[in-house]
């Protein structure tokens, strides 16, 4: 009986931390996906409806799947411009964070790392702030933010914060 619990308890945990780390990329249908060989239909049956697609000047298009707002990770889906899947990245991290400066718009902002989890404006301070939840590390979780001035829509600067735990 005792190694009967062990093996249980053993199992249970095994499931806990799976259940820890995040959502399996297979839960995301990428896995489905072939290089080179899968459509622009085949993406959308494995993934979904895009939030955005983004035409690109050759042909191209990138379609935006955001997995959020409770969610760590953002996808860019890149399709030819015969519709064929080429690859995909996920974008919400700190290299592309580091790609946000003073003075990008919003639509660029939103280019590079896909749909915000919140918007917030600070009337007196006239701005608006996006956010986005990424993980650093395996398991910190945290906020990458970008502020805007409110009129121009313009970059004034970024930040990180942590979640505010109750």
Not at 53 to 79: A, I, Q
Not at 116 to 133: I, Y
Request: with cysteine.
């Amino acid at each position: 009986m005792k190694n009967f619990l062990r093996a249980l308890f053993s199992f249970v945990c095994g499931l806990l931390m799976f259940g820890c780390n995040g959502r399996a990329i297979e839960d995301f249908g990428l896995e489905k996906l072939s290089k080179g060989v899968s459509t622009e239909t085949d993406v959308r049956s494995a993934m979904g409806e895009p939030e955005m697609v983004w035409k690109e000047d050759n042909g191209s298009r990138t379609l935006e799947y955001p997995k959020g707002p409770e969610g760590h990770r953002t996808f860019m889906v890149n399709l030819d411009a015969q519709g064929i899947f080429q690859n995909y990245t996920q974008v919400l991290t700190q290299q592309n964070f580091a790609t946000i400066k003073v003075g990008m718009s919003r639509d660029q902002v939103r280019r590079i790392l896909g749909k915000p989890r919140t918007v917030v404006k600070f009337g007196l301070k006239n701005e608006e702030v996006w956010d986005w939840r990424y993980l650093e590390g395996p398991t910190t979780e945290r906020f990458f933010n970008v502020h805007f001035d409110v009129d121009s829509g313009t970059v004034t600067q970024t930040s990180v914060s942590d979640p505010v735990r109750g």
